[in-house]
């Protein structure tokens, strides 16, 4: 099965309501994590990450938990507006083998209603 | 900069047929990358590159091949097209340089190829 993965395949909020985009990964010696936002029709773009060695990382109206105990990872969106409804991505960075290749989860859509 | 150009944007092959997606970028990076994307799935690693001259497989390698000739360019090559191989192909770059920002990758905007 892919070692990453996600708990939730879609989700609808409120505009102005915070989100929560949870995802599960179970290589424990994975040390870099990644969320990547996909728009319709286009490539994912790199939103925010995180490593190991971390629990906690701010940017800009995101944040990224990191919980290494139960191997998850979850993305908060503060204030979700419209132009937050994608399909966000988290990926996993396994030093095992070669250290170049980030394995992708399937993926959460996002939806904000009005 | 342009970032990460592919061509072409959609392409419709018959089975047996074969073809070249071509991949470019403009931003010196050393690692370049080759993701199919399933409808409601994400994306799975084909082929990848750590520099000019050096490639190695991905997690579906299986029906494709690639060349990395110049930092620049990573043609994906489809010898005999498969129904198997409908999907959205996305290439991406990579600076692996000790940076902060190391995991992110630009993807450019995605071919989408579908097999009859």
């Known amino acids: 099965g892919e070692s990453v993965g996600l708990h939730l395949p879609t989700l609808s909020v409120q505009e102005g309501d915070n989100s929560i985009i949870n995802c599960a990964y179970s290589?424990?010696?994975?040390?870099?994590f990644i969320w990547y936002k996909q728009e319709s029709g286009k490539g994912p773009q790199f939103i925010i990450d995180?490593?190991?060695?971390?629990d906690k990382r701010q940017g800009q109206r995101v944040t990224v938990l990191l919980n290494k105990t139960v191997k998850h990872l979850s993305l908060q969106i503060a204030a979700t507006q419209p132009g937050d409804s994608a399909v966000y991505f988290c990926?996993?960075?396994?030093?095992?083998?070669?250290?170049?290749?980030?394995?992708f989860g399937k993926g959460t859509l996002l939806t904000v209603n009005p | 900069n342009a970032g990460v150009t592919q061509t072409p944007k959609f392409r419709i092959l018959k089975i047996g047929q074969s073809m070249t997606l071509q991949c470019t970028q403009d931003?010196?990076?050393?690692?370049m990358y080759w993701y199919r994307q399933d409808p409601g799935m994400g994306l799975k690693l084909i082929y990848y590159?750590?520099?000019?001259?050096?490639?190695d497989k991905g997690e579906v390698p299986n029906g494709y091949n690639v060349s990395r000739s110049t930092t620049e360019d990573f043609p994906l090559r489809l010898e005999l097209a498969a129904p198997s191989q409908t999907s959205v192909y996305f290439c991406?770059?990579?600076?692996?340089?000790?940076?902060?920002?190391?995991?992110?990758?630009?993807f450019g905007e995605g071919s989408r190829l579908t097999v009859l």
């Open positions: 991406a770059s990579r600076l692996l340089a000790g940076g902060t920002r190391d995991g992110e990758l630009f």
């Open positions: 290589n424990s010696a994975s040390d870099y």
């Open positions: 995180i490593r190991s060695n971390m």
């Open positions: 990926a996993e960075n396994n030093p095992g083998g070669s250290n170049y290749k980030l394995t």
């Open positions: 931003m010196n990076h050393n690692y």
């Open positions: 590159s750590v520099g000019a001259g050096i490639t």
